[in-house]
């Protein structure tokens, strides 16, 4: 058997500003008469000045103080033995040889090499074409060396840790990671193979015969300098599935062939991994071939050379302008190595036909990134998405006018708990700030600042509402498209909105320009009139939902608030929203009662509102609410919910409920029941009491679950092992009964159902209980008379064969049936 072994090791990936210093060794002869020469690819220098601009033009991304040139080392009487741990080497910065640098021989440097008149940087025995890599690699060494924890993650077995120590004694990231890992692969080899004669010391006897891939492996991912341990705690893994196997479940899927008597080759892969998100403007891919040829990818296209790249990105995006597009090399493989630029790193401008070099940019905060979410481009700037690269642009422009205005504290009034409070939560945050996530953090902050007046009015905190949110939003995007004031008149007529109209830079002295208008008229009740309207309900006591809007136009930004202040606002809404359903048919369901600091749950006993024309009367009571199809919010769209199962139409819930009215009667399953006892006891057994109602729960998901619990049962009877439930089949199970039974989505289901185990059948919708008792009494009558129809027969095989171990069961309605679809493994 051939065994292969993954391990990636996984790190964060930083942006280095520390250069580590460049080394070049041998290349300084000193005459008797003190003259020097100096030497560099095979070519001799007479003078200083020269040698340095060579360096320079060769080595253009290096720092010159961090290039050092190694010369002859003189002892001296006065210090005996220096040259035995020390280098010493001369700046390319300083003017004379008596200025030169000393390093300790243990110091790592990167030293500089010739591959057929190629330069290559070598770091720790490790080649790299750049320097980048090179230093990157330094940087990692410097940071890993220093974590020596490794025997704390060790496992309890003592003979574990003395293999390991005795393997790793003293060997730590740098040790380990030389020569591109082979001293780290060459270790773990010598760990496995004393682990396994270990094993088979004790008498471990080789697992049962199964079906295999040919080459099994075994893939784990781990912090840089703990990569020693990862034997050691596989081999731990390992003998605690052995101790208590029917407990202990191994995470690693193959892990029992690494240590099988019968494996006798073995093969070790490690490479790194980036665990980052890298969010750039156009974001290309590039790869470095052997023969130095680099091409790109973009989006699943590829691109042979950056002139086509740079015609491919151009007609991608036509509609950004040809100087104001940037491409960013944001990744690039060399073979097995991944190197990850960075933000700031390679860039390529489209505008330039020439072969321009890559270029850094420093400042990205007026940079327009791309990124690709659920196969869409979207353009994100300043934490925002926009669908389209002009309402980017404009967003951008907004922000280069307005953030230059800072003066919004010298507009807040003069009383000294709202100056307090508006400074406490808009401190240094301007229109920059507030415009993040599409002005959601210009929402959240109003809210809190808005709570901390009403705490101060003692009238109690307001929490938002989603609902509210997208009405308020809906109604300022309607405010913002008028055009006369006479579409705003109508607009504004809003039962329980707060409207204003202000300066986009402004917008963060709203709230507290309704606070100072509030508070006037409660200082001066006989004189002051409130001017904005609404703004008596959206301070009192009964508000406690509001929601928030926000819309540009032009120069100014319209901001609005939402809130039920009363019972009629409330049942107005209600009915604007659900106008497709006549007000006899709706309720409004009351969950708690607030009085002051104190809340009173309803919620067990069921109060209700009447939706009705000139209906004031109370709360009613509903006893039986599992005939009520009742709402909830799934993110933006709202879902009806009816028996547990959520449907995104109310027409849908309805026929749910219309179909347990008419089924849940029918109570003569029974009847149709197999007449072999073990069925018939295991059917009662799991059934008993489970009609229609009771399995349709959740969109038939209990009555698969049931299914499952039957089935394990009758496979016991035949000494079967139990099967499992599985999410993934379910899920897939689920879209191809809804599929069958709605006849949507028929292309795919047929190409999918050709390359998965997936069975189906129909059921009278009553008694779809009793399926699994006839693909049982199917299953005895194949085991006296095998019938040749395997169609027929493929799912019985299927759920009482011992290679099965995985099963779930989808189901949808369609009519008077049900279809019954099983995926099994």
Same mark, same amino acid.
């Given at each position: ?37 100096? /030497?560099?690819?095979?070519k001799t ?8 601009k ?13 290039i ?19 280098? %010493? ?15 300790p ?6 030293q500089?090499?010739f591959v057929?008149? !190629? ?10 074409k ?12 410097k ?40 001293e ?8 496995a193979?004393?682990?396994?004669k270990?094993?088979?010391k ?5 697992y ?29 893994? &390992? ?13 690693? @899927? ?5 240590f099988? @008597?019968k494996? @006798?080759?073995?093969?070790?892969g ?32 590829h691109?042979?050379s ?7 990105? %151009? ?9 104001? =597009?940037?491409?960013?090399?944001s ?10 630029? #960075?933000?700031?790193? @390679? ?8 072969n ?5 940019i420093?400042? =990205?905060?007026?940079?327009?990134r791309v990124?690709?979410i ?6 994100? *700037? ?8 002009q ?9 280069k006018?307005?953030d ?7 507009l807040?009034?003069k009383d ?11 401190k240094? *945050? ?7 996530y599409?002005?959601r953090?210009l ?7 808005f709570?901390?007046y009403?705490?101060?009015?003692r ?12 009405s308020a ?31 986009a ?16 008229? /409660? ?9 904005t309207? +609404? ?12 929601? &928030? ?6 120069k100014y930004?319209?901001i ?15 009915? %604007? ?7 006899? $048919? ?14 009173n ?5 069921? !109060?209700?509102?009447?939706v ?7 709360y009613?009571?509903?006893k ?20 547990? #199962?959520y449907?995104?139409?109310y027409?849908?819930?309805?026929? +749910? ?10 109570r ?5 029941i ?9 059917w009662?057994?799991t059934?008993?009491? *489970? ?15 049931k299914?499952i619990?039957e ?10 092992n ?15 009964a ?18 998965s185990?997936?069975?189906?059948? $129909? ?6 209980n ?6 049982y ?6 085991k ?7 169609? %027929?027969t ?11 171990? !995985? ?6 309605? /369609?009519?008077?049936?049900v279809?019954?679809v099983?995926?099994? /493994?």
């Amino acid at each position: 058997m051939l065994f292969i072994i993954s391990l990636l090791i996984s790190f964060v990936l930083q942006t280095y500003e520390y250069y580590n210093y460049l080394a070049i060794l041998g290349c300084v002869t000193i005459h008797g008469n003190g003259s020097e020469i100096f /030497k560099f690819q095979n070519k001799t220098y007479k003078e200083k000045k020269d040698f340095v601009k060579i360096l320079k033009q060769k080595l253009p991304n290096v720092p010159s103080n961090k290039i050092l040139i190694q010369v002859p080392f003189e002892d001296r009487k006065n210090k005996p033995g220096v040259s035995d741990s020390f280098n %010493k080497f001369l700046t390319i910065n300083s003017s004379s040889f008596d200025k030169h640098v000393f390093k300790p021989k243990s110091e790592l440097f990167i030293q500089v090499g010739f591959v057929k008149d !190629k330069l290559f940087f070598n770091c720790n025995s490790n080649f790299f074409k750049n320097y980048h890599d090179a230093n990157q690699c330094m940087e990692d060494i410097k940071k890993y060396e220093k974590h020596r924890y490794q025997e704390q993650y060790l496992g309890k077995d003592l003979f574990g840790k003395l293999v390991w120590r005795s393997t790793w004694k003293n060997c730590t990231y740098k040790c380990f990671t030389q020569l591109g890992f082979k001293e780290l692969i060459g270790r773990l080899y010598v760990t496995a193979q004393q682990f396994a004669k270990r094993i088979a010391k004790d008498g471990f006897q080789a697992y049962k015969k199964y079906e295999e891939r040919p080459i099994s492996g075994v893939f784990n991912v781990i912090f840089k300098p703990l990569a020693s341990v990862q034997m050691n705690q596989w081999y731990t893994e &390992f003998l605690l599935s052995k101790k208590i196997k029917y407990l202990f479940k191994r995470r690693n @899927r193959n892990l029992k062939g690494l240590f099988d @008597r019968k494996t @006798r080759r073995v093969g070790f892969g490690i490479a790194k991994t980036e665990n980052n998100l890298v969010i750039v403007s156009v974001p290309v891919i590039s790869t470095i071939h052997r023969n130095g040829r680099e091409t790109f990818a973009f989006q699943n296209n590829h691109y042979e050379s950056r002139e086509e790249l740079i015609v491919g990105i %151009k007609n991608m995006f036509q509609d950004v302008p040809k100087n104001y =597009l940037l491409l960013h090399v944001s990744l690039v493989h060399f073979g097995n190595r991944i190197n990850n630029t #960075g933000p700031n790193n @390679r860039f390529l401008r489209a505008d330039l036909n020439d072969n321009f070099g890559y270029f850094n940019i420093h400042d =990205l905060s007026f940079l327009i990134r791309v990124v690709v979410i659920r196969r869409k481009l979207k353009y994100i *700037c300043n934490y925002s998405s926009f669908s389209d690269y002009q309402s980017a642009n404009n967003y951008l422009d907004n922000i280069k006018k307005y953030d230059k205005m800072k003066s919004q504290y010298e507009l807040v009034g003069k009383d000294v708990h709202g100056w307090q409070t508006w400074y406490l939560i808009w401190k240094k *945050c301007y229109y920059r700030c507030f415009s993040r996530y599409n002005f959601r953090e210009l929402s959240s902050r109003l809210e809190n600042e808005f709570n901390k007046y009403k705490i101060y009015f003692r009238n109690g905190a307001v929490t938002m509402s989603f609902t509210l949110h997208i009405s308020a939003k809906k109604l300022a995007k309607t405010l913002a498209k008028c055009k006369n004031k006479m579409c705003e008149k109508c607009a504004n007529c809003a039962g329980s909105a707060v409207v204003a109209k202000i300066s986009a830079p402004f917008a963060n002295i709203q709230v507290n320009k309704w606070y100072k208008e509030y508070l006037a008229s /409660k200082q001066y009740p006989q004189t002051y009139k409130i001017k904005t309207k +609404n703004l008596q309900s959206l301070f009192s006591q009964q508000t406690t939902k509001v929601g &928030f809007g926000v819309a540009m136009k032009g120069k100014y930004m319209i901001i609005v608030y939402h809130c039920y202040s009363s019972r009629n606002d409330l049942v107005r809404a209600v009915k %604007k929203q659900f106008q497709f359903l006549p007000t006899t $048919f709706l309720l409004i369901h009351l969950l708690s009662i607030s009085h002051g600091i104190m809340v009173n749950s309803s919620i067990l006993e069921n !109060k209700y509102y009447r939706v009705k024309l000139n209906d004031n009367s109370g709360y009613i009571n509903i006893k039986n609410t599992d005939l009520i199809v009742e709402t909830s919010g799934s993110g933006k769209k709202l879902m009806y919910s009816s028996n547990d #199962g959520y449907y995104d139409s109310y027409k849908k819930a309805c026929e +749910n409920i219309d179909n347990v009215r008419k089924y849940d009667r029918v109570r003569s399953q029974f009847k149709v029941i197999g007449k072999d006892m073990l069925g018939r006891e295991t059917w009662y057994l799991t059934w008993y009491g *489970c009609y229609y109602k009771c399995f349709s729960r959740n969109n038939f998901f209990f009555l698969g679950t049931k299914f499952i619990e039957e089935l394990n049962i009758y496979r016991k009877e035949f000494s079967l092992n139990p099967v499992t439930f599985n999410p993934s089949l379910y899920n897939y199970a689920s879209f191809a009964a809804k599929s069958i039974a709605e006849g949507k989505n028929k292309v795919v289901h047929r190409v999918v159902s050709t390359f998965s185990n997936e069975a189906a059948t $129909f059921a009278s919708a009553p008694f779809a209980n009793t399926q699994m008792n006839k693909w049982y009494e199917q299953f005895l009558s194949l085991k006296v008379m095998p019938k040749r129809n395997l169609k %027929k027969t493929k799912i019985v095989q299927a759920l009482f064969s011992r290679y099965t171990t !995985k099963v779930a069961f989808g189901a949808a309605q /369609k009519g008077k049936f049900v279809v019954i679809v099983a995926l099994y /493994k």
